[in-house]
T-cell receptor
Framework: AQKVTQAQTEISVVEKEDVTLDCVYETRDTTYYLFWYKQPPSGELVFLIRRNSFDEQNEISGRYSWNFQKSTSSFNFTITASQVVDSAVYFC????????????FGQGTILTVHP | NAGVMQNPRHLVRRRGQEARLRCSPM?????VYWYRQLPEEGLKFMVY????????ESGMPKERFSAEFPKEGPSILRIQQVVRGDSAAYFC??????????????FGNGTRLTVT
């Protein structure tokens, strides 16, 4: 069975601080995909990144960066110089190699960025 | 280039009524996935459909819930005789048959069902 754990239920930071959201996963699949989604207060799910299990390169996109480490089964997400607009619930998710859209989600981390 | 379209955005039903939620996949996508987000909870997989086929319904409640994806038209998630516990946000996503590499998986904006 697959499992995704986001141990941080809520994080509160002040604007311009860096913040890292943790994600640890469990799977028996040798090929799998990891995702991060953002759910702002308006409720939609915004796709941030998808990473396959063979690609351990870290990714940077503007203020966002992701650190994928297979050795520790972690896929952590860092926001640099956080802004109030980053306030949202962030979900990490996992899917196996044969059913691409059947995701197992973590419980989510509520990030609040204070001005 | 429309994304995944869900309607209605909000749906209010009284207990015992039927709810129909619609999902139009992205152009060229033949696979649809439905998820439910109960209040204060994460998202849970419900069902995976291809055109005219249910591939995986392991997350669907045993009673009152059904889903279809006809040859023409949107995918429909149908909830019969709704109860208050069905109040939730329902999301769908779509994909082509193979989603390789680091291709995105986009969700629709969701339908928020409220049962009164």
């Amino acid at each position: 069975a697959q499992k995704v754990t986001q141990a941080q239920t809520e994080i509160s930071v002040v604007e311009k601080e860096d913040v890292t959201l943790d994600c640890v996963y469990e799977t028996r699949d040798t090929t799998y995909y990891l995702f991060w989604y953002k759910q702002p207060p308006s409720g939609e799910l915004v796709f941030l990144i998808r990473r396959n299990s063979f690609d351990e390169q870290n990714e940077i996109s503007g203020r966002y960066s992701w650190n994928f480490q297979k050795s520790t089964s972690s896929f952590n997400f860092t926001i640099t110089a956080s802004q109030v607009v980053d306030s949202a619930v962030y979900f990490c998710a996992l899917t196996g190699g044969t059913s691409y859209g059947k995701l197992t989600f973590g419980q989510g981390t509520i990030l609040t960025v204070h001005p | 280039n429309a994304g995944v379209m869900q309607n209605p955005r909000h749906l209010v039903r009284r207990r015992g009524q039927e709810a129909r939620l619609r999902c139009s996949p992205m152009k060229g996508h033949s696979h649809v996935y439905w998820y439910r987000q109960l209040p204060e909870e994460g998202l849970k997989f419900m069902v995976y459909l291809q055109k005219e086929n249910i591939i995986d319904e392991s997350g669907m409640p045993k009673e009152r819930f059904s889903a279809e994806f006809p040859k023409e038209g949107p995918s429909i998630l149908r909830i019969q005789q709704v109860v208050r516990g069905d109040s939730a946000a329902y999301f769908c996503a779509s994909s082509p048959p193979l989603l390789g590499g680091n291709s995105p998986l986009h969700f629709g904006n969701g339908t928020r069902l409220t049962v009164t």
